[in-house]
């Protein structure tokens, strides 16, 4: 066989079901060698839509989600997505096709040094330079893609390498042991845990990727401990439980903020930094922090932790939980706050104005949506309502890309989503800017039999950025721009296409578009009068005594 037929082998071995990606000339061998593999290969409209396939998948599953482009601007344009994955700790592996070997070390037509081109945006990557060395790289990339933190990795096969004849086979994968933390740390957690008045749990996306929102849950309700989720920790405790505080993470203060006023500890859980950043909620650097990951904290002067509690998060909490006592408590402040976040929530459920407000449309789409259902937000002013108001009862229903924050993910995405659980009802939710990004997938949608939902909120301009500008100038420049007809847009590729007209219109609109067989549209036009009012509440926000 040759290195490019040794690959899809080694790749077969990882478990890989799909590869996302645009056929070219470099990579034509490999395209070869997955005609009579077990692998589909899923032809996308632009790599980086392929990219964000990859991305979410592997948010999904846990497993690494392959890409596959040529050289030049095929790679270039992976960078996005890789970049993404990488940032929001999902595990990817990107393939590109290059030159011969022969001729790098000239000028060369679409050469560019790709393993440097990727370095700053993977965790890991490498070129194959020579056949018998493919197993080793293949599975090194799936090994470091898929460890905490996961992220992205790339492999660069050269056209001639790739033709290459070559005798070999994949390596076995390794088996995973669990890493369990030192008595000491739970002990030191366990005691500042007991003592604390206002404890707070922070709870991040390492709790999901570690399966660990049932020790979540139930450290939280033995304890009596509020919980708040960052955008990407969404559903590590179900949203209707009595100590939930729902999602923190926005840029303006929010009831949530009252409870990292008052808190004399934080337990982090599977908190990451890049998720939302220590110095917005402890910027003096006072609050004592517990630190629960399967990883060491990151160094930051808001994030020092009393105690580090490095291992498995599941087995983590259960001892740490055994070692703490806090009977006799009264209830955390946070736990005042749950009413007021309740009442806010449900002031827009009969709101009738036209243009919909965001809070009303993200209200009736969770009406609609299955507790396993799965949304999958797009970047712009609609995401910070997203995170806000889109609640979850389970573990990835809501995924909002916020390491990276990459606009154009959701339509590739929602994708991805229906491979993984072609069952569920999917919903890309999207703003008019962000969709033109990516809206060419919706043919590769249709084409691989992913029906799905995607939902734009119409405002006609960059709505995330006038709301910074108004914020800090008092007025905004250079965000404003024409949309096509949503609708005619989606027949015209043959999907379905709906617009909303009033208030009254989107829950049935959105129930019928979920029936559908094949993708729908649904253009709704949005409010964005509301950014400017939620700052001036946030602005003017009084903490419960």
């Keep these: ?68 482009s040529t050289l030049g601007p095929g790679a270039t344009n992976l960078m996005t997505g890789v970049a993404d994955a990488n940032l929001d700790g999902a595990p990817l592996v990107a393939i590109t096709g290059q030159v011969g070997t022969d001729r790098m070390h000239i000028e060369s037509h679409q050469y560019l040094d790709l393993v ?9 990557n490498a070129q194959i330079v020579r056949p018998s060395i493919t197993p080793e790289i293949v599975r090194k990339a799936f090994k470091l893609a898929q ?48 003592k604390a008045v206002n404890p707070l749990i922070l709870v991040g996306n390492g709790a999901l990727r570690s399966n660990a929102s049932e020790a979540v849950t139930e450290f939280a309700t033995q304890l009596n401990i509020p919980v708040a989720n960052t955008f990407m920790g969404k559903g590590a405790i179900p949203y209707t439980h009595p100590l939930s505080l729902w999602t923190t993470g926005l840029q303006q203060r929010d009831f949530i903020s009252c409870a990292f006023d008052k808190a004399d500890l934080v337990i982090a859980i599977g ?44 087995d983590s909490l259960h001892e740490i939980l055994r070692r703490s006592d806090r009977t006799g408590k009264p209830d955390p402040y946070g736990v005042k706050l749950r009413s007021d976040i309740r009442q806010d929530y449900e002031r827009y459920a009969n709101d009738d104005g036209f243009p919909i407000k965001p809070q009303k449309i993200i209200y009736d789409l969770r009406q609609v949506m299955g507790p396993e259902d799965i949304v999958i937000s797009d970047v712009g002013a609609h995401k910070m ?32 989503a229906k491979f993984v659980n072609p069952e569920l009802k999917v919903v890309a939710v999207t703003g008019d800017g962000g969709f033109m990004m ?107 005594i």
């Design 1 to 68: 066989m040759n290195t490019a037929e040794l690959l899809v082998k080694c790749l077969e071995n990882e478990g890989v079901k799909y590869v996302f990606g645009l056929p070219g000339e470099e990579n034509m061998e490999v395209l070869e060698s997955l005609k009579d593999s077990s692998i589909q290969f899923i032809t996308t409209r632009h790599e980086q839509g392929a990219a964000f396939m990859a991305d979410v998948y592997g948010r999904l599953t846990g497993k690494a989600g392959v890409c596959l």
């Design 116 to 124: 440097a081109m990727f370095s700053p945006v993977t965790k890991w």
């Design 147 to 194: 460890t905490e933190k996961p992220g992205a990795v790339h492999i660069d096969l050269p056209e001639n390498i790739a033709s290459m004849a070559v005798e070999g086979q994949p390596l076995n994968r390794d088996r995973r042991e669990k890493i369990y933390c030192a008595y000491q740390s739970m002990n030191e957690a366990a005691s500042a845990i007991s």
């Design 271 to 314: 908190y990451d930094l890049i998720e939302y950043s220590p110095k917005k909620w402890n910027p003096k650097g006072t609050i004592p922090i517990i630190h629960v990951g399967a990883n060491a904290a990151e160094i930051d002067s808001s994030y020092i932790p009393i105690a580090e509690i490095v291992g498995d998060i599941s």
């Design 385 to 416: 309502w997203m995170a806000r108001h889109y609640h979850s009862d389970r573990p990835n229903t809501c995924l909002i890309s916020n390491g990276f924050a990459a606009m154009g993910i959701a339509i590739p995405g929602a994708i991805a």
């Design 438 to 544: 990516n809206c060419q997938e919706l043919e590769t949608a249709l084409r691989v039999g992913t029906a799905f939902v995607t939902l734009i909120f119409n405002d006609g301009g960059y709505g995330l950025i006038e709301w910074k500008q108004e914020d800090q100038f008092g007025s905004s420049s250079f965000i404003k721009f024409g949309n096509p007809d949503f609708v005619k847009f989606a027949e015209s590729m043959g999907l379905k296409g709906y617009r909303v007209q009033a208030a009254t219109d989107l829950v049935p609109i959105l129930k019928e578009a979920l029936a559908s067989e094949v993708p729908v549209v649904i253009d709704c036009p949005v409010d964005y009068r509301e950014n400017a009012r939620f700052s001036q509440r946030a602005g003017g926000l009084c903490c419960p």
